[in-house]
């Protein structure tokens, strides 16, 4: 039997996407290893959010050539889609697959290796759809589209079921017509895509018979859901969607990826609260609390727009979990904009804070921008902002003290010869319960306390 090992980096959208791709590769009879083990083909799903993350692709990319040197390498997602020409000539990997084509994995590792056998020399020419470039001993199979081509479908990655048995991510939307200033990520993901409604609640209901308690949305940008198919009702699309998972018997809890302030409304809450099985766990992108830092980004809010918002959800939750990202260094932050974006934090109260040091990526309006902040300066902000978000996140945390929580269980682990299990109450936090009975997959209350966190 075959092995194949996979690799995911970035976000929720690739971890969803890697389990997909992992299990194209069951179904095509290949056993999977770990990662970095003997294998016959690896997978390195990459990420170009930073320029660390395009580092720690390449970085991947290589141990895989390193530890698997006769192995067939295939590097796919948004690095490859920015910056395939440079692995295609490079020798890093010999599938170079862009977004929007993981689906075609199986049918592209065949491809190279009919090629690899008694082909090699006759591949299409450079510049088609699909195309193949010959070097002395290997060929380097490319299938990377223009992901900025109009009235792109959204790509139908079939029903996955990911190896633990309490959460799932459902894939149902992809693409970002936002353009922050900052971002590359719609130049590597493209335009709004969304799913079909019923092929999402198809996969639903899937991942509910498969056993699976917790369906997680997620998406590059979930608020813009459905407003390619349906017109532009912004949030009804979603809402229906959610309000159809919430009837599928099994699912017991649904959890929302990050959304942008815009899609909160009072009517959009007041909706999404009167259905049981929505956690109160909201991550709403911040990004900086300063209104002169939010105009440079392109962010299309201001800071006391952004805590009616925050107001609006805490008036149909009790004790609703805010999360949020922040980015720190933006090209001409001063002193005082970093200032007010920690005091608007504070004022915030969020539960956790996604602290991010600017990072200039080519070909966005802010790498042109003037002033760019020395690393050292967005370090040191970086480590403040963490260190308040930690005290916050305490703060959150001592509501629940004495209270009785819902834990959903997850993996079991052992301290000082006793076993314990994680697990996550609705808001997100995650808690340590000790017990001699398996309670993996269970969702059970429990009395709240500092020694469970």
């Given amino acids: 039997m075959k092995k194949a090992s996979l690799h995911n980096l970035g976000c929720k959208v690739n971890a969803c996407e890697t389990e997909a791709m992992e299990q194209q590769l069951i179904r095509a009879g290949y056993e999977i290893v770990s990662f970095g083990h003997p294998a016959d083909v690896c997978v390195v799903n990459t990420c170009t959010v930073t320029n660390i993350a395009d580092h720690k692709s390449r970085q991947m990319l290589h141990k895989a050539r390193k530890s698997n040197p006769d192995a067939i390498i295939v590097a796919v997602g948004c690095y490859v889609q920015a910056m395939g020409e440079e692995l295609l000539h490079n020798g890093d990997a010999d599938i170079i697959i862009g977004n929007d084509r993981k689906g075609e994995l199986i049918s ?23 195309h193949s470039q010959v070097g002395k001993n290997k060929c380097n199979c490319s299938e990377i589209i223009d992901i900025n081509a109009p009235e792109r479908p959204f790509e139908e990655l079939g029903i996955t079921h990911p190896s633990e048995h309490t959460r799932a991510f459902l894939k149902i939307q992809d693409g970002c017509n936002q353009f922050c200033s900052y971002c590359a990520i719609p130049y590597a993901r493209g335009r709004n895509r969304s799913r079909r409604p019923e092929d999402a609640l198809d996969e639903a209901k899937s991942l509910a018979a498969d056993g699976f308690k917790e369906i997680v949305l997620t998406g590059i940008n979930l608020s813009a859901y459905g407003t390619d198919l349906m017109g532009n009702k912004e949030g009804r699309p979603l809402l229906d969607l959610i309000k159809g998972i919430n009837d599928i018997e099994g699912i017991q809890r649904i959890r929302l990826g990050s959304l942008e302030p815009r899609i909160i409304t009072e009517d959009f809450v007041r909706e999404l609260a009167s259905y049981e099985k929505v956690c109160p766990h909201f991550h709403l992108s911040l990004q900086s609390g300063s209104d002169t830092v939010l105009r440079r980004m392109n962010r299309h809010y201001t800071a006391d727009g952004y805590y009616r918002k925050c107001e609006i959800i805490r008036n149909f939750y009790e ?33 956790q804070i996604h602290v991010f040091k600017y990072s200039r990526r080519d070909g966005t309006p802010a790498a042109k921008m003037p002033k760019q902040v020395p690393g050292k300066v967005a370090a040191r902000r970086s480590v403040g902002l963490i260190s308040l978000g930690l005290a916050l996140e305490d703060e959150f945390k001592k509501w629940y003290n004495g209270k009785v929580v819902e834990v959903l269980f997850e993996e079991p682990f052992f301290e000082e010869g006793r076993q314990y299990f994680t697990g996550f109450t609705p808001e997100y936090i995650r808690v340590r319960f000790s017990s001699e009975e398996d309670l993996r997959n269970r969702i059970l209350p429990v009395v709240f306390s500092d020694n469970m966190v």
């Fill in 108 to 130: 592209l590792i065949e491809k190279y290796e009919q090629e690899m056998q008694g082909t090699v020399g006759t591949a299409p020419a450079k510049g088609t759809d699909a």
């Fill in 319 to 351: 004790h609703p979990a805010l999360t949020t990202d922040i980015i720190v260094g933006f090209p001409g932050e001063t002193e005082e904009e970093y200032e007010n974006t920690c005091d608007f934090a504070g004022k915030v109260g969020f539960y």
